[in-house]
């Protein structure tokens, strides 16, 4: 039984990670949040220690290693920001660490988190867990079978409705989230860099706080994307649920069906990083240069590459 740490406990994406903890057999020693609406814990890890200041926590971590207690995997859910900080202070500790999406938001952190895994002797593990995704496994496969040079027009539209609390919150700052097609987007870039190859172009025709559209060239395709926040984006078919969202890739004249399953990775994630399989920090890399120049690059004008619904934001 491995000892975790979860940094982040009262965010969105924090029960699949204690579900994951729970799942695989281990246990939950301490959580950290600057947020106390954490009752969820209970469902899991009901005796687990909590704590609302990182100092505090911190001074936990330490005191309990001293103990011969030390932590195995510290997992981090924080704000995307908070990402590297959080990462170098398990590192230091030679505690593993499990990371969210995405690992960082600049390129050159992951530079500096390597030199940390070589001086400290831990290792991060990220969660991508598209990757896992059969129908995104089914994909790679068929991509590979293809004839040699044959390239793919592929659609990817992503549009997961949100209130007015999220402009509001970290998420609505580039700074602290990457912006829309960082937070919302960048498993769906690694997702395509993973099953398409090598990226050779990459332009943007669209981006505001809510809203991304542009076009990448991979190795094997092209691709036109389109991603928002925005409820007035939505088509009439999207799927009620929690919230409003609307999920669709095509390949050619083929919609890929992956709804299905897409909550449930994160266990088989952890599997396979207790396992000594995991996501290293390398293979975030294409992903996150990729939504890193999204944020900073000029827009230029869409033409012949545009995806359809970019007609809605540019009226």
């Given at each position: 039984?491995?000892?975790?740490?979860?940094?982040?406990?009262?965010?969105?994406?924090?029960?699949?990670?204690?579900?994951?903890?729970?799942?695989?057999?281990?246990?939950?020693?301490?959580?950290?949040?600057?947020?106390?609406?954490?009752?969820?814990m209970d469902s899991h890890f009901p005796n687990a220690e909590f704590f609302t200041e990182f100092e505090d926590f911190s001074a936990f971590v330490e005191d309990q290693a001293l103990k011969g207690n030390k932590l195995d995997y510290i997992a981090?859910?924080?704000?995307?920001?908070?990402?590297?900080?959080?990462?170098?202070?398990?590192?230091?500790?030679?505690?593993?660490?499990?990371?969210?999406?995405?690992?960082?938001?600049?390129?050159?952190?992951?530079?500096?988190?390597?030199?940390?895994?070589?001086?400290?002797?831990?290792?991060?593990?990220?969660?991508?867990q598209l990757r896992l995704h059969p129908s995104i496994i089914a994909l790679k496969e068929k991509v590979a079978a293809a004839p040699v040079g044959h390239v793919f027009d592929v659609e990817l539209t992503y549009m997961t409705s949100r209130g007015?609390?999220?402009?509001?919150?970290?998420?609505?700052?580039?700074?602290?989230?990457?912006?829309?097609?960082?937070?919302?987007?960048?498993?769906?870039?690694?997702?395509?860099?993973?099953?398409?190859?090598?990226?050779?172009?990459?332009?943007?025709?669209?981006?505001?706080?809510?809203?991304?559209?542009?076009?990448?060239?991979?190795?094997?395709?092209?691709?036109?994307?389109?991603?928002?926040?925005?409820?007035?984006?939505?088509?009439?078919?999207?799927?009620?649920?929690?919230?409003?969202?609307?999920?669709?890739?095509?390949?050619?004249?083929?919609?890929?069906?992956?709804?299905?399953?897409?909550?449930?990775?994160?266990?088989?994630?952890?599997?396979?990083?207790?396992?000594?399989?995991?996501?290293?920090?390398?293979?975030?890399?294409?992903?996150?240069?990729?939504?890193?120049?999204?944020?900073?690059?000029?827009?230029?004008?869409?033409?012949?590459?545009?995806?359809?619904?970019?007609?809605?934001?540019?009226?």
């Amino acid at each position: 039984m491995k000892k975790f740490a979860l940094i982040g406990a009262a965010g969105y994406i924090a029960p699949r990670h204690l579900r994951a903890i729970k799942e695989t057999g281990n246990d939950l020693v301490v959580a950290m949040d600057i947020n106390d609406s954490v009752g969820i814990m209970d469902s899991h890890f009901p005796n687990a220690e909590f704590f609302t200041e990182f100092e505090d926590f911190s001074a936990f971590v330490e005191d309990q290693a001293l103990k011969g207690n030390k932590l195995d995997y510290i997992a981090i859910c924080s704000p995307n920001y908070l990402h590297a900080p959080h990462m170098k202070y398990a590192l230091k500790n030679g505690i593993d660490v499990i990371c969210e999406k995405p690992l960082v938001l600049e390129s050159s952190d992951m530079d500096v988190i390597i030199k940390y895994e070589e001086k400290y002797g831990a290792k991060v593990n990220s969660i991508l867990q598209l990757r896992l995704h059969p129908s995104i496994i089914a994909l790679k496969e068929k991509v590979a079978a293809a004839p040699v040079g044959h390239v793919f027009d592929v659609e990817l539209t992503y549009m997961t409705s949100r209130g007015k609390w999220y402009m509001k919150s970290w998420k609505g700052f580039d700074h602290k989230s990457g912006g829309v097609a960082t937070n919302i987007g960048v498993h769906f870039y690694d997702m395509l860099h993973f099953v398409f190859g090598k990226l050779k172009h990459n332009e943007v025709h669209y981006r505001d706080e809510k809203a991304a559209s542009g076009f990448l060239q991979y190795e094997r395709a092209r691709v036109r994307w389109f991603l928002s926040i925005d409820a007035n984006h939505l088509p009439d078919n999207a799927i009620q649920g929690e919230k409003l969202t609307y999920r669709s890739i095509t390949i050619g004249n083929e919609e890929l069906e992956f709804s299905d399953g897409f909550t449930d990775l994160h266990t088989q994630s952890y599997q396979n990083i207790l396992a000594g399989n995991g996501f290293g920090v390398d293979e975030n890399r294409v992903a996150i240069e990729t939504v890193e120049q999204i944020r900073i690059m000029p827009l230029v004008d869409a033409g012949d590459k545009a995806h359809p619904l970019l007609s809605k934001v540019l009226r």
